[in-house]
């Protein structure tokens, strides 16, 4: 199963940046389980004037880029939290229904609108209940991602 994740802004950070390059390379180890390639596409912010109408336009552009994605997952602090271990089992539950591609969809600054955090999406996701910034939540996405294969392997990365 690939995976995409498509995110509102770039990283200006070097080190945000470092980390999600060495998350990246690890990521790669997931083809043993049939989750690979990892991929990342990065999308400017809106400059429309008012907050829906920039939601609007983001949201369109994420769709947009992800519209070959099988399975859709909104990042959203509202989301439904998991651990890492529900969070491998439930990438390894849509691999097995034949999944092919699943994206990853974080939003600008102005979050998603509703339309996209609803019906939009196969499932709303939350990294945890604080609002994180733009770059640390891809680190956090990537971390747990690579964290989900090692589990879905038996690496000893995991030490729950």
Avoid: C, W
């Avoid at 390639?37 to 907050?51: D, G, M, N």
């Avoid at 034949?98 to 102005?110: C, H, N, Y």
């Amino acid at each position: 199963m690939r995976l995409v994740i498509a995110a509102i802004g770039r990283l200006k950070d070097e080190g945000e940046r470092a980390l999600i390059a060495r998350y990246m390379k690890r990521v790669t180890s997931g083809r043993v389980i049939g989750i690979s390639p990892v991929s990342i596409e990065e999308l400017p912010e809106s400059r429309a004037a008012e907050t829906n109408a920039r939601q609007a336009d983001e949201a369109a552009r994420l769709l947009h880029v992800t519209a070959d994605s099988d399975f859709r997952i909104v990042l959203d602090e509202r989301g439904r939290l998991m651990t890492s271990t529900e969070f491998a089992q439930y990438l390894a539950a849509r691999r097995d229904a034949g999944v092919k591609s699943t994206a990853f969809l974080l939003g600008g600054p102005d979050g998603h609108p509703a339309s996209l955090t609803g019906k939009g999406a196969h499932l709303t996701l939350s990294l945890g209940p604080m609002t994180l910034p733009h770059g640390l939540a891809r680190v956090v996405l990537i971390e747990q991602v690579y964290r989900a294969i090692t589990i879905l392997a038996g690496h000893p990365y995991h030490r729950a």
